[in-house]
Nanobody
Framework: QVQLVESGGGLAQAGDSLRLSCVASGRTITTYSMAWFRQAPGKEREFVIASKRYGGSTSVADSVKGRFTIARDNAKNTVYLQMTSLKVEDTGVYYC???????????????????WGQGTQVTVSS
């Protein structure tokens, strides 16, 4: 079992930067592919970015490419989502997810992940 706790959300203006954190407990994140998803009101959960386990590849949604990055701090068992040049359409609840057996082609699928955090709200105003 892995427990995930996100933090760092809040209010931002368009063009600002925010960094979200996802602290994992129970198992080391090196054995998991880690991802961030987001969900806007009335919309389905949307893939944002993922990092494959054991230092594997990264997958990034086109909507955030060049603006968002994912980073791991294995010593802290923490995954970060660095968001820059925020847009109003980035507003939503951001979820951290961990998956044990995710293959590269399925990094963007919510069903690939076994564990989820409770989410943190990000609101971007114009």
């Amino acid at each position: 079992q892995v427990q995930l706790v996100e933090s760092g959300g809040g209010l931002a203006q368009a063009g600002d930067s925010l960094r979200l954190s996802c602290v994992a407990s129970g198992r080391t994140i090196t054995t998991y592919s880690m991802a961030w998803f987001r969900q806007a009101p009335g919309k389905e959960r949307e893939f944002v970015i993922a990092s494959k386990r054991y230092g594997g590849s990264t997958s990034v949604a086109d909507s955030v490419k060049g603006r968002f990055t994912i980073a791991r701090d294995n010593a802290k068992n923490t995954v970060y989502l660095q968001m820059t040049s925020l847009k109003v359409e980035d507003t939503g609840v951001y979820y951290c997810a961990a998956g044990a057996g995710v293959i590269t082609s399925t990094l963007g699928r919510p069903s690939s992940y076994d564990f989820w955090g409770q989410g943190t709200q990000v609101t971007v105003s114009s």
